[in-house]
């Protein structure tokens, strides 16, 4: 008896302490977390090399998340905001948001555009005849697209995209803007990107961009682009 008086005792000690003292707070989850390449590592060989997808994937993109996370939780006016949002609105936020979340939103984007060249495919005929019409062949449209990703000074991004006016686009940002940005300079919704950041290809490619560029058309991933073009002009 004595010893369950004793029991109930401490056990309730401890309860009256814990009420005082504050239990320990519950850690919050961050807003946004990296999500996993769509494929291993080495799937991109011998385009994309495993070293350079690995530290790319992991080193690179992590970064941009967790420096986002942490804009993002200084600012109680931006918490609940989607990545979307915060894309969007990025020329009225802080740079480290605008830098950080287009750095997420455009990596993201970036692993689902790409697929082991085995399954790169093609276009679908709504597609191709749309390249064709704004663009007069495949090829042609390969060398503008690759044009606007070796002039884009320093770092950034190319992109192909259904402008406002619902025609097909090439454009290229700076550092990691994108065209969903109330920034950009062409306005549209994003089919296709690369990334033209020196990470993306120095290890195999060293500072021959134009050769990356050339080679990175054997990983495109053609049935999400023209999944993209399908949502963009319905």
Do not use: C
């Not at 454009?171 to 990470?199: C, F, I, R, Y």
């Amino acid at each position: 008896m004595i010893r369950r008086h004793l029991a109930v005792f401490v056990a309730s000690t401890f309860a009256v302490a814990g009420a005082l003292l504050g239990a320990p707070a519950a850690v919050a989850e961050p807003a946004f977390t990296l999500p996993p390449l769509p494929y291993a590592p080495s799937a991109l060989e011998p385009v994309i090399d495993t070293a350079t997808m690995t530290i790319h994937h992991d080193k690179h993109h992590q970064a941009y998340v967790d420096a986002l996370n942490t804009a993002v939780a200084a600012d109680p006016a931006l918490q609940g905001m989607s990545l979307e949002q915060l894309v969007t609105a990025a020329g009225t936020l802080p740079a480290a948001v605008r830098n950080n979340a287009g750095g997420h939103w455009n990596h993201t984007f970036f692993w689902n555009t790409m697929t082991p060249p085995t399954q790169s495919g093609a276009p679908s005929p709504e597609l191709q005849a749309a390249i064709d019409q704004q663009f007069g062949s495949m090829e042609a449209f390969r060398s503008a697209f690759n044009d606007a990703g070796t002039k884009r000074f320093g770092s950034g991004w190319a992109w192909l995209v259904v402008d406002q006016d619902g025609q097909l686009a090439i454009t290229s940002t700076p550092n990691q803007d994108n065209p969903l940005m109330d920034v950009a300079e062409v306005k549209g919704a994003p089919l296709l990107g690369n990334d033209v950041w020196e990470h993306a290809y120095y290890l195999k490619h060293q500072n021959r961009r134009g050769e990356y560029l050339t080679d990175w058309w054997q990983v495109v991933n053609w049935s999400t682009v023209s999944d993209r073009y399908a949502t963009a002009v319905a």
